[in-house]
């Protein structure tokens, strides 16, 4: 089963707008990662945000969590049409455990 | 630095075949994940290798699905016979260290298609 479900399933934006997706999951994690993934370059590490942190910012990319409400939500600002992908939310399955947990993935296009 | 390597990219296959993938990690990578991915769903976790040791293989279809990584670098999955389901992306992955919070490089995949 897997661990993170991100909202919405699909954002349709026009460039230069921001874009928000969110993560939610169900277990206590230490971190949560976001990866991007298309067909040019593939799946790709974003930004980690350890369990303790409640902000990270990395270029145009912020990603804040709620430990609390366990969620997570990453925030691309100024988009762009190269930003149009899917992105995941993958969490580790937490009780000490290492395994690396993807969510199901919002898809973004941005238009030109 | 060369990033991690798959071959095939895309292999077709009737059901009841067998096939295998091969990955090559990142140089130094101890790690070695191997995931299966769906169309329009997330990557699953199929093994997890640390060196040439299991870390989990909680997912693997046993009775079908097998993975090797001899001498602790190369690795291949292999399936055998193949299912209609079986039908997916086969995405390899390395890091420098087990487990999060270490960043996972993926290589481009391997499309199978069982007919």
């Known amino acids: 089963s897997q661990q993170g479900e991100e909202d919405p399933q699909a954002l349709s934006i026009q460039e230069g707008e921001n874009a928000t997706m969110n993560c939610s999951y169900k277990t206590s994690i230490n971190n949560l990662q976001w990866y991007r993934q298309n067909s040019g370059r593939g799946l790709v590490h974003l930004i980690l945000?350890?369990?303790?942190?409640r902000e990270k910012h990395s270029g145009r990319l912020r990603v804040t969590l709620d430990t609390s409400k366990k969620s997570s939500s990453l925030l691309i600002t100024a988009s762009r049409a190269a930003d149009t992908a899917s992105y995941f939310c993958a969490t580790d399955a937490g009780t000490g455990g290492f395994k690396t947990i993807f969510g199901a993935g919002t898809r973004l296009f941005v238009k030109a | 630095e060369a990033g991690v390597a798959q071959s095939p990219r895309y292999k077709i296959i009737e059901k009841r075949q067998s096939v295998a993938f091969w990955c090559n990690p990142i140089s130094g990578h101890a790690t070695l994940y191997w995931y299966q991915q769906i169309l329009g769903q997330g990557p699953k976790l199929l093994i997890q290798f640390q060196n040439n040791g299991v870390v989990d293989d909680s997912q693997l279809p046993k009775d079908r699905f097998s993975a090797e990584r001899l001498k602790g670098v190369d690795s291949t999955l292999k399936i055998q016979p193949a299912k209609l389901e079986d039908s997916a992306v086969y995405l390899c992955?390395?890091?420098?260290?087990?487990?999060?919070?270490?960043?996972?490089?993926f290589g481009p995949g391997t499309r199978l298609t069982v007919t």
């Open positions: 992955a390395s890091s420098s260290r087990g487990g999060p919070p270490y960043e996972q490089y």
């Open positions: 945000i350890r369990s303790n942190e």
